[in-house]
């Protein structure tokens, strides 16, 4: 029998988790460690909460979470409640799947200012993560910065701009609706170093900015390139492109009748952000596009601000006792192998890119590598205690382990409190879920 623990319950766990089981079938026992009482990480608190859709994956790991020889273990914190080492006692191969759930930094002048805050911290308060649930940004201003050019971006400032009708089967929690939707923000400014050819936007997310009831997308003509320019790129990214010149092409009588604008700042690097005690302007400089680099004209400019959100790439959380590569912000490893026994996968593997469903051959990937390790000895003796071993460990301890079963109870609690029209409202304390699992 091989024993695999998988730390980290969102797409990249679930996936590996899945790969494993059409590997090797009844041979093989799967434990899925999660630091919270509740699985699917980034499908539950990254997703936007009006993307149901997308969040519609998670039927596909409850399958895979239903199955036999595989377990949810929740609320227990590896690196804290249990070492690393301690788990590659009991199981032949332990997989870090903890995806990146640190922002990276903006290292400019006033990073610090009140009022300023990174994505995951952002997306985390109105997606109700545990950690995040207390921020209680203040949405009194009228003008909000948001910093970056991929959907993380443009998720914020859809969120923002929202009237509450159109939150209706969304899960936002009620915390983040009430303040949002109190907010009179009347200009969301996305900031992007390069030009509209370097965007990591998807057309998707951007044709929704079209469909908003009370905000109007905004791009200056002079922003663009020349259309014939667009035929070099790639299709996703002429799409994206396509919808930016249709922004630039609405009449200014159309933005007229619409109560918040969206505008696209591009060409435009942060250098500062400027403020007493808490932000109240962003200091820009404009750039120039050399070789699909940002340079630095030495123009500057400011924008006034009352919120900054920073929407720039994320890191993963060092694990006590785990190689970390600190520039890449990921763990150290050589194609998912940390060291003998300990893998990598997903973001936790390769940095925060790609989308959810590249998570899916990685994890295929990964297991492929680990039963190479197996067949070859590089992993030492097979037959280690499994969670036999790790529960006489959780014993000891007195961990309060919460289990796939608990989490459904869980889930069922949140769907009875939701309001009406909405999927769920999510409990955003963990002794909220603790409770709600029962005896």
């Known amino acids: 029998m091989r024993h695999i623990a998988i730390i980290g319950s969102g797409p990249a766990g679930y996936y590996t988790a899945e790969a494993a089981q059409k590997l090797w079938g009844d041979d093989v026992r799967i434990d899925i460690f999660d630091r919270l009482p509740v699985p699917y990480g980034l ?27 595989v377990r949810f273990v929740g609320n227990v914190a590896i690196g804290e409640d249990v070492t690393i080492a301690e788990l590659q006692q009991f199981y032949d191969a332990s997989v870090l799947a903890t995806g990146a759930p640190r922002d990276r930094e903006l290292a400019v002048p006033g990073n610090d200012l009140g009022n300023v805050y990174g994505s995951a911290e952002f997306v985390g308060w109105y997606n109700g993560h545990p950690q995040f649930a207390d921020l209680a940004p203040d949405l ?12 993380v971006a443009l998720d914020v400032a859809r969120i923002l ?21 109190a907010s009179p923000i009347e200009r969301i400014v996305i900031l992007g170093r390069r ?32 259309e ?15 919808h930016l010149r249709s922004f630039a092409a609405i009449p200014h009588a159309i933005h007229g009748e619409k109560r918040i604008a969206i505008e696209f700042d591009f060409f435009a690097s942060p250098v500062a952000l400027v403020g007493n005690g808490r932000v109240e302007a962003v200091e820009v400089e404009r750039t120039e596009v050399v070789k699909g680099r940002a340079q630095g004209s030495g123009e500057t400019y400011r924008i006034p601000a009352s ?12 694990i006590e006792g785990v190689p970390f590569d600190e520039r890449m912000g990921r763990f150290a490893n050589d194609e998912g192998r ?14 925060p890119t790609g989308t959810i ?21 590089k992993l030492g003796r097979q037959g280690k205690r499994g969670r036999e071993g790790f529960d006489e460990l959780a014993a000891d301890r007195g961990l309060d382990i919460v289990t796939f079963q608990d989490w459904k109870k869980i889930e069922e609690a949140e769907h009875s409190a939701a309001r009406e029209g909405s999927p769920r409202e999510k409990f955003i304390a963990i002794e909220q879920m603790i409770a709600a699992r029962g005896s």
Not at 43 to 64: L, N
Not at 357 to 377: C, Q, Y
């Open 43 to 69: 499908i539950r608190f990254g997703v936007a909460p009006d993307h149901q859709s997308i969040k519609g994956v998670s039927r596909r790991y409850e399958k895979t979470a239903l199955t036999d020889n």
């Open 228 to 242: 014939a320019e667009d035929a070099i790129l790639e299709p996703g990214l002429r799409k994206s492109v396509a």
């Open 307 to 318: 919120l900054v959100v920073t929407c720039i790439g994320y890191r993963t959380a060092p």
């Open 357 to 377: 469903g590249t998570n899916r051959p990685d994890g295929f990937g990964l297991v492929e590598l680990i039963a190479a390790d197996m067949e070859s000895g």
């Open 161 to 181: 701009s929202k009237t509450r009708d159109e939150f209706a089967g969304s899960d936002i929690v009620n915390h983040a609706l009430d303040a949002l939707t």
């Open 338 to 351: 940390i060291l003998d026994g300990l893998y990598c996968v997903g973001w936790a593997r390769r940095g």
């Open 195 to 226: 030009g509209p050819h370097q965007i990591s936007m998807t057309p998707k997310e951007l044709g929704e900015l079209m469909e908003l009831e009370q905000a109007s997308p905004q791009v200056e003509t002079s922003d663009l390139p020349d």
């Open 140 to 151: 009194s201003g009228r003008t909000a910065v948001v910093i970056g050019m991929g959907n």
